[in-house]
């Protein structure tokens, strides 16, 4: 497995580089069909976040889907153990979920979830509230907004693999296109090993 460490904003010594490659070794345990390992190490210039002055993000890279895992502190090493952590528990929590859920239930959908759900009488007596553009978004409302675009190639793929790549990146959602229904779909978790789906029906 190669490691390959690169710093944005901040010196990378031998002796780091060497302490990621012994400590990434452990990931192999996990998922025997790494192969690459990207670190990127970064540094926060602004004094306020002393605490979390260094960020360390991982990117596996494998035969599988690639995975994700960053974390912050006050120093290299110690962010490094946080994200390799996270990382590990990621690819733990993916293959458990394997083992659990294949074959046993079909994800809840949102209809599902929702069936007998009144939805909430429109409030007439609410006040105005004004409207404004950020980027291609028309925001409501005063409060504050992230907006981050993202664009990724999207091959078909089954559900359990959708659910499968959810867990290895660690993220509450993930969207992805049916490969048998060819729609634009999202799962995403509810609690514990229960999981919900969303499908778009796109008219033509």
Do not use: C, W
């Not at 710093?7 to 192969?35: M, N, P, Y």
């Not at 960053?70 to 952590?85: F, G, Q, R, T």
């Not at 296109?177 to 499908?199: A, F, H, L, N, Q």
């Amino acid at each position: 497995m190669d490691v390959v460490v690169t710093g944005r904003h901040i010196e990378v010594s031998d002796r780091f580089r060497e302490h990621a490659a012994e400590k990434l070794s452990r990931l192999e345990k996990h998922d025997h069909r790494i192969q690459r390992v990207a670190v990127e190490v970064s540094h926060e210039k602004n004094p306020r976040q002393i605490e979390r002055a260094v960020k360390v993000e991982l990117t596996a890279f494998s035969k599988g889907p690639v995975i994700r895992a960053e974390a912050a502190s006050e120093d290299k090493m110690a962010a490094l153990d946080l994200a390799l952590d996270k990382m590990a528990a990621q690819m733990r929590k993916a293959a458990d979920r394997r083992r659990v859920h294949r074959g046993r239930h079909t994800p809840v959908s949102v209809a599902e979830a929702l069936a007998g759900v009144q939805a909430p009488e429109p409030d007439t007596d609410a006040e105005e509230v004004t409207e404004r553009q950020v980027g291609p978004i028309t925001v409501t409302g005063d409060g504050p907004l992230v907006v981050r675009e993202k664009s990724h190639e999207a091959t078909p793929m089954t559900l359990d693999q959708a659910l499968y790549e959810m867990e290895l990146v660690g993220h509450d959602f993930y969207l992805f296109v049916d490969k048998e229904s060819e729609r634009p779909s999202v799962v995403y978790r509810r609690r514990g090993y229960d999981y919900g789906v969303i499908t778009l029906d796109v008219s033509e």
